[in-house]
């Protein structure tokens, strides 16, 4: 993966690095922890600015991220319903939690959804609960670019202070990004068998 990343960056610059953090948020096996901090050690060496390349990788990730937003309200709580009726033992969650969930998006969305973006695996699915749930837009815009900023910042940052060396970042970031997968793995492993349908 880093080589190709690297080929790429290098032969499209910023389009490149636009295009691959767009498909990171797409399709999540991408790892922007691999992107970002690569296209950030090229810029270390030039022609590419820092600047550029926290820009470019943002407004890829926002693309990738108004696209699963867009989505989520066009489906609509309506059309959600009958899938959670269906299939809600393996979502582990049934209309209530559904309900719980509108409510603390209506009250915490901003925060959850800045915050989302920086948590492996996380930021690229929590634009479906907020779009399903009809957090508007502006909000959904602004809190969504203040996170993924400060996440492609950070990690554009750590490659560039490394220059070359993307290689220390991985050894850093992976296993994180690994631990709190596994967590996450573990949390759904837990409430798969716990969970219960308080409404059958």
Known sequence: MGDWTIRLIDQTGYVGIFLLMFLETVFPPIPSEVI????????????????GVIASGTAGAMLGNLFWYALA???????????????GRW???D????EKAEKLFGRFGGTIVSLG??????????????GLLNMRLKSFFLWSTLGTTIWTAVLATAGW????AFDDIEKILGPLSAA?????????????????RRHP
């Open 36 to 51: 970002m901090p690569v296209a950030g050690a090229r810029a270390a060496r030039g022609p590419l600015t820092l600047w």
């Open 73 to 87: 309200r066009v489906i609509g709580m309506k059309r959600f319903r009958p899938f959670i009726e269906s299939y």
């Open 91 to 93: 979502l582990t969650m």
């Open 95 to 98: 209309w209530d939690d559904v």
């Open 117 to 130: 973006r920086m948590l492996p695996t996380i930021r690229s699915v929590i634009s479906i609960p907020a």
């Open 161 to 164: 202070g490394l220059g070359m």
């Open 180 to 196: 709190i997968i596994v967590l996450i793995v573990v949390a759904y492993v837990w409430r798969q068998l716990t969970w219960r």
